[in-house]
């Protein structure tokens, strides 16, 4: 049976590895599958939970357009669009924030991590946001959702509205329940400047993450800086457990060229990390700069990326506004 893929990726700029390896790189091959229909969004109404430069948002919105053609997905397979373009997805939202439990909602992790301390202050957006995101996946009957392990818990939350919502109304598989696609090993890419620590857009060190605009001098210097323990290289895959920034560089080196953990332990078992590093460097520039190049040269085509956003937000505007109207009928509108 054909999958129903949706995914989406915030436009609030500096797209990182940690979205490359996490998702972007997953999206792909799922585009190069014949079977699949896939749908890939540039969730625009999630960036505004935070306070955005609505100038920098436009440019951000056709950089992740611009990323997402680099890396390889076909806007002729899939379906591209920007969320804001599509009115669906607001107002499902609000219908599903009415299944919503509030109990559900504050037991979000990436709530507590945003809003920080002082949580009086944080937008209304930031905390319901996980309601946004079931939406966009219910409204196209998604069966796939392939993210990186950061929204598990989002994802968690969108199967219990999907079920609630059918249960509530009497309407058994009128919302799929989406399976989540998430990669077994190395589903999390951690900050270079701090193995626990999510790599991510928000942290203030460029020095912390890959950003997949960096130049090759950027990369080869961020990955030369990149926190190292004491020891030499591992010797063996349970040592990793204890040395989270080594596990995290080998399992970025992994995820690049698809080779076993195992295999670079034992190439570089014993050795210096410099030797190592300058091995990743390579793998990463290798992988990085092609997409790079391909980023920069589709930013000049201002009107070939709002013309795929164009045709996309159409295509997907059907698919949402026919499942609205059933919506509408169960709910006695
Ligand atoms: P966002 O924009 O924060 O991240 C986009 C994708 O990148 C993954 N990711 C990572 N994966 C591994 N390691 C990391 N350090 C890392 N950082 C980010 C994320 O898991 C995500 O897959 N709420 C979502 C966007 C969204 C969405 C959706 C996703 C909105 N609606 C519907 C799926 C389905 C978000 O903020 O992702």
């Known amino acids: 049976m054909s999958k129903k893929i949706f995914s989406g990726v915030q436009p609030t700029g500096n797209l990182h590895l940690g979205n490359y390896l996490g998702a972007i790189k997953n999206f792909v091959e799922l585009n190069n599958d014949k079977e699949n229909d896939c749908i890939f ?12 430069n609505p100038k920098e948002l436009k440019n951000n919105i056709r950089e992740t357009v611009a990323t997402f053609v680099a890396s390889g997905i076909d806007p002729a397979k899939s379906i591209i669009f920007n969320q804001s373009k599509v009115t669906a997805h607001s107002e499902a939202a609000w219908i599903l924030s009415c299944t919503a439990r509030t109990g559900w909602l504050s037991r979000m992790t990436q709530f507590k991590e945003k809003a920080g301390k ?8 930031l905390y319901s946001y ?5 939406a966009d996946i219910l409204l196209y009957d998604s069966t796939h959702v392939p993210v990186g392990d950061d929204q598990k818990q989002h994802l968690e939350l969108c199967r219990d509205i999907a079920q609630k919502f059918n249960n509530d109304f009497g309407v058994e598989d009128f919302f799929k329940v989406p399976e989540p696609l998430i990669q077994k090993e ?8 701090d193995g626990l620590k999510k790599m991510s857009k928000s942290e203030l060190s460029d020095l912390s993450r890959i950003n997949l605009t960096d130049d090759t001098d950027q990369i080869i210097n961020k990955i030369k800086k990149a926190k190292t323990d004491p020891l030499p290289m591992p010797t063996n895959k349970e040592e990793l457990d204890q ?6 560089l080998i399992g970025i080196y992994s995820s690049l060229t698809d080779i076993k953990i195992e295999k670079i332990i034992n190439e570089f078992s014993g050795k210096n990390f410099s030797e190592f590093k300058e091995n990743l460097a390579q793998v990463t520039v290798d992988k990085l700069q092609p997409i790079s190049t391909e980023i920069k040269k589709l930013l000049s085509e201002e009107s070939f990326l709002d013309q795929i956003l164009l045709e996309g937000a159409e295509k997907a505007d059907k698919i949402a506004t026919n499942k609205i109207k059933k919506i509408h009928e169960i709910m006695g509108f």
């Open 186 to 193: 190395f589903s999390r890419i951690m900050s270079l400047k």
């Open 243 to 248: 040395r989270p920034e080594a596990k995290n």
């Open 41 to 52: 969004c540039v969730v625009d109404l999630h960036a505004i939970t935070v306070k955005q």
């Open 118 to 125: 002082d949580k009086e202050k944080a937008s209304v957006g």
């Open 130 to 134: 996980p309601v946004l995101m079931a």
